[in-house]
C-alpha cells in the first residue's frame, strides 16, 4: 500500500498524456489535410519571427494593457511550468520537493512563483471583467455567442483555480513546516502564500496535511486535464504559436501568391504552337480545382492558421468591413475554417480515418459570400494578428473558387473583368485612346 | 492644362534607338479616370520639370490585373500580366514608376515569377529621389500656412512598408503635417481595395470611406493628400458625404508638389 499513490500517479499520468498525444496525432492528421505548400525558404528570418512574435509577444504589446496582462499569464504559464516538473518527479518518487537541495536558488524559484501566481490570478480576473462586464466590443461580436464565450471563460476559471491551489498548497506546505511535521523540508520562499497560512494557524498537522495533500492532487490533475482541454478548445494557440509565426507570411503582405495551375494553362493558351482542341494526353491528370470551397483546397498552414486562433477578435476590430457593419469578421473565417475541419476530422475518426462527402462544405454552409464579397484585401487583420494568422489568404482562395469554378462573381465584378478581357481596362474605354489625357 | 507637356510613348524611343531613364506606367485610372487624369499630368508636370528622359506605352500598356486577381480571377489576372510582361521584356525595360500603389504592388510583387523582373517606384518615392538629387527644387510657398494630413494607402503602405517617401515629399511644400489617430501601420482603408471600387458595398450601416473621412477630418486638415488614384476617389466621396467639399480638398502628393514647384 505504501506505493499506491506514486502508482495513482503514474496511472493519471499516463492517462493525460496518452490522451492529449492521441489528440495531438489527430490534430496533426487534420492539418495535414491540406494542401502542400513550400515554406521551406530562408528559415533564419523564420526562426527570428519567432523568437520575436511569439516568444517575444512583440506583436501582443500593441494593445498595451491586454498586452501587458497577456505578458504575466505568459509568464506565469511558462515559468510555474518549471514548479510542475518538480510536481511530477515528486509524484513518482514519492518525494517532497525534490529540488529543494537547490537551497537559495529554491527560495528564489518557489517565490517567483507565488508572486506570478497572484499576477496571474490578477491579470485573469481583469481579462474576465473586460469579456463579461466592460463587455469590450470585441468579445460581443455575433461570431462569438455560445461555445466561444463559455470557452474564454472556462480557460479563466481553470487559470484561476489553478492558481489559488497553488498558494493554498504552499500556504499549508509553509504552515507544517513552521510546525515541523516529519516529511515536510523546509525549503522555499512564500511571499505570498504566508499571508493564506494565517488562516491556517489552528488547524492540526493531519487536517493541513490533507489540505495540502488535496491541493497538490487537484492541482496536478487539473493541469493535466487542462492540458486536454486544449484540444476542444481556442486555447492550443499556447502551442500552435509557435509554428504558426515560423511558419507566417515573409513577403510584403500585398503579395498574393501566383496560382501555378493557372500559370501553365495561360502559357498555353498564349503559346501560338499549341494545339487548342488537342485532346488531354493519356493518363493526364485532371486539372486541379481553383481555389477553395472547402478546407481540405486550403493548405496546411491555412488549416494551422485556424487551430492557431484564439478568437482575440483583434483582427475584426481593425476590419474595415466590420466596422463599417458589413457581415465580414476575419476572426469568424478563422473559426468557421477550424470549426469545418473538426467536422471534418470526426467524420474521418468515425469512418476508419476515410472522409467520405457529406454534403458540406466551408463555402455557404459555414462561410457565406456576403462575408467574402465585403473584403477590401487591406491587410488590416493580418497586421493585427499577434500570431501571424493570414485570414485574408482564406478569402481570397474562396473567391477565386467562386469567380473561377462557379463564375459566381457580382454582376458588377463580372462587367469590369469583361471590360479588362476587351479593352484593357476596368472601365469600358477604347485602349488606343489611352495616351489622351496628355492633351487635355 | 496651362503648361505644355512632353510625353513620348516607348515607340517613339525604339524609333530613335534610345532608352528612356525610367517608364511611367500611367495604369488605367491614370489614363481614364477625369480625377485621376490631372494626377498623370501633374506627376509629368514634375518629370519635365526634372528632366526625367521618361517613356510611356501608350495604347501598348494594359491593365496590370490587380483588381482582377483580387476580386479572384487569377486567369484574368495572368493574362494581362503575361501580355504586360511581353511588352516590357520586348522594350527591355529595367525601371518603372507609378503613381498607383495597386499598380505598384502588382508590378513589384507579382509580376517577376511571372517572368517581370523590373526595378518599381512609386511615385512618391522617385519625387524624393529627385529631390534628394537636387534635380527638382521647390518653391515651397504655396501650402505653406496649410494643414495636410497624409492617408496611407494599403498597398503602398500596409503592403509594402512605405511609409517615409511620401511624408518626406510632403515635409517639402513647408505645410503643417499632422497624423490621424489611425495612420501607417494602422491606418483605416478607404474602402476601395480588393476590387470594391467596382462594385457597391455590401449591406452595413456606414460606408468605408465616410469613416476613413471622418479620422482625417478629426485633424482639422486643410488638404488631404493621398498617392492612390482609388483613395483619391473615395476620401472625396467621403468629404462630400461629411459636407465639408467647401473647406477640405483632397489631393495627390505628386499634384501638391507640381504646384509648389
Redesign the interface.
Known amino acids: 500500500m505504501e506505493y499506491l499513490p506514486n502508482i495513482l500517479f503514474g496511472v493519471a499520468l499516463v492517462i493525460g498524456i496518452g490522451f492529449f498525444t492521441r489528440n495531438v496525432k489527430k490534430l496533426s492528421r487534420n492539418i495535414k489535410l491540406g494542401k502542400e505548400v513550400d515554406v521551406s525558404d530562408n528559415r533564419p528570418q523564420r526562426w527570428k519571427n519567432m523568437l520575436r512574435i511569439a516568444l517575444g509577444q512583440t506583436k501582443m504589446v500593441v494593445r498595451p494593457v491586454a498586452g501587458f496582462l497577456h505578458l504575466i499569464v505568459y509568464a506565469g504559464f511558462l515559468i510555474i511550468n518549471i514548479e510542475v516538473l518538480e510536481i511530477i518527479v515528486d509524484g513518482i518518487l514519492g518525494t517532497h520537493r525534490v529540488f529543494a537541495p537547490l537551497g537559495v536558488v529554491y527560495d528564489v524559484l518557489i517565490g517567483s512563483f507565488e508572486i506570478l501566481a497572484i499576477l496571474v490570478i490578477v491579470a485573469v480576473v481583469v481579462f474576465w471583467l473586460r469579456r463579461n462586464t466592460i463587455k469590450l466590443q470585441r468579445f460581443i461580436k455575433p461570431e462569438m455567442e455560445g461555445w466561444p464565450k463559455k470557452d474564454g471563460n472556462m480557460i479563466l476559471y481553470i487559470e484561476m483555480v489553478l492558481m489559488c491551489l497553488f498558494l493554498t498548497m504552499n500556504a499549508a506546505d509553509f504552515q507544517l513546516q513552521q510546525l515541523d511535521a516529519p516529511h515536510y523540508t523546509k525549503a522555499g520562499a512564500f511571499p505570498v502564500s504566508q499571508y493564506i497560512a494565517g488562516l491556517f494557524q489552528d488547524l492540526s498537522i493531519s487536517t493541513l496535511i490533507l489540505i495540502e495533500r488535496s491541493a497538490w492532487w487537484i492541482h496536478i490533475l487539473g493541469i493535466l486535464a487542462f492540458l486536454n482541454y486544449l484540444y476542444y478548445s481556442k486555447h492550443l494557440h499556447i502551442i500552435l504559436a509557435f509554428p504558426n509565426t515560423f511558419y507566417g507570411k515573409l513577403?510584403?503582405?500585398?503579395?498574393?501568391n501566383?496560382?501555378e495551375a493557372?500559370?501553365n494553362?495561360?502559357?498555353l493558351?498564349?503559346d501560338p504552337s499549341a494545339d487548342p482542341y488537342a485532346a488531354p494526353e493519356e493518363g493526364a491528370t485532371e486539372p486541379e480545382k481553383?481555389?477553395a470551397s472547402d478546407v481540405m483546397d486550403l493548405n496546411w498552414v491555412q488549416l494551422m492558421n485556424a487551430y492557431t486562433c484564439t478568437e482575440c477578435g483583434r483582427c475584426t476590430s481593425?476590419c474595415?468591413?466590420n466596422?463599417?457593419?458589413?457581415?465580414?469578421s476575419p476572426r469568424k473565417i478563422m473559426m468557421d475554417t477550424r470549426d469545418r475541419l473538426v467536422e471534418v476530422g470526426k467524420q474521418m475518426d468515425a469512418n476508419n480515418g476515410e472522409f467520405t462527402p457529406d454534403g458540406k462544405q466551408l463555402l455557404d454552409d459555414y462561410i457565406s459570400r456576403?462575408e467574402l464579397?465585403?473584403?477590401?484585401?487591406?491587410?488590416?487583420c493580418v497586421?493585427a494578428c499577434p500570431v501571424s494568422i493570414d485570414p485574408l489568404s482564406i478569402i481570397?482562395e474562396?473567391?477565386?473558387?467562386?469567380?473561377?469554378e462557379q463564375s459566381a462573381?457580382?454582376t458588377?465584378?463580372n462587367?469590369?473583368?469583361s471590360n479588362?478581357?476587351n479593352n484593357?481596362?476596368?472601365?469600358p474605354?477604347n485602349?488606343?485612346?489611352?495616351?489622351?489625357?496628355?492633351n487635355? | 492644362?496651362s503648361e505644355a507637356?512632353t510625353?513620348k510613348?516607348m515607340e517613339e524611343f525604339l524609333a530613335e534607338g534610345k532608352q528612356p531613364e525610367i517608364l511611367f506606367w500611367?495604369g488605367?485610372a491614370?489614363?481614364?479616370?477625369d480625377r485621376a487624369?490631372k494626377i498623370?499630368?501633374a506627376f509629368?508636370k514634375i518629370l519635365n520639370r526634372a528632366k526625367v528622359d521618361f517613356a510611356?506605352?501608350?495604347?501598348e500598356?494594359?491593365?496590370t490585373?490587380d483588381?482582377?486577381?483580387?476580386?479572384?480571377?487569377?486567369?484574368?489576372f495572368?493574362?494581362?500580366a503575361?501580355?504586360n510582361i511581353e511588352v516590357l521584356n520586348g522594350y527591355e525595360i529595367k525601371r518603372i514608376v507609378t503613381c498607383d500603389p495597386h499598380s505598384f504592388?502588382t508590378l513589384k510583387?507579382?509580376y517577376p515569377?511571372?517572368g517581370g523582373n523590373y526595378e518599381v517606384f512609386h511615385h512618391t518615392q522617385y519625387i524624393k529621389q529627385l529631390i534628394d538629387a537636387g534635380r527638382l527644387t521647390l518653391k515651397g510657398q504655396v501650402y505653406k500656412e496649410k494643414r495636410i494630413t497624409f492617408h496611407d494607402p494599403?498597398?503602398l503602405g500596409?503592403?509594402?512598408?512605405i511609409f517615409d517617401a511620401p511624408r518626406a515629399v510632403l515635409q517639402k511644400t513647408n505645410a503643417e503635417i499632422v497624423e490621424m489617430k489611425r495612420h501607417k501601420?494602422?491606418a483605416?482603408?478607404c474602402?476601395?481595395?480588393?476590387?470594391?471600387?467596382?462594385?457597391?458595398?455590401?449591406?452595413?450601416?456606414?460606408?468605408?470611406n465616410v469613416?476613413?473621412t471622418k479620422d482625417a477630418l478629426e485633424t482639422n486638415p486643410n488638404i488631404i493628400a493621398t498617392g492612390c488614384p482609388y483613395c483619391n476617389t473615395m476620401m472625396t466621396d467621403g468629404i462630400k458625404a461629411h459636407e465639408k467639399e467647401d473647406s477640405v480638398t483632397v489631393l495627390d502628393v505628386a499634384e501638391l508638389i507640381a504646384n509648389s514647384l
Open positions: 513577403k510584403p503582405q500585398g503579395q498574393f501566383n496560382l493557372v500559370t494553362e495561360v502559357k493558351m498564349m481553383f481555389g481593425e474595415p468591413a466596422q463599417t457593419g458589413k457581415k465580414l456576403e464579397w465585403a473584403c477590401t484585401t487591406c491587410n488590416a497586421e481570397l474562396m473567391r477565386r473558387y467562386l469567380v473561377m462573381a457580382p458588377e465584378l462587367n469590369m473583368m479588362i478581357e484593357g481596362a476596368p472601365w474605354y485602349q488606343m485612346d489611352r495616351l489622351n489625357w496628355v487635355e | 492644362m507637356l510625353v510613348t500611367v488605367s491614370g489614363s481614364y479616370d487624369k498623370s499630368r509629368v510611356v506605352l501608350g495604347p500598356e494594359s491593365c490585373g483588381v482582377a486577381k483580387r476580386a479572384g480571377n487569377e486567369f484574368l495572368q493574362m494581362q503575361m501580355m504592388n510583387n507579382e515569377s511571372l494599403c498597398y500596409r503592403a509594402n512598408t501601420k494602422t483605416l482603408c474602402g476601395a481595395g480588393g476590387a470594391q471600387m467596382f462594385k457597391e458595398p455590401e449591406k452595413g450601416d456606414m460606408d468605408i469613416l476613413r
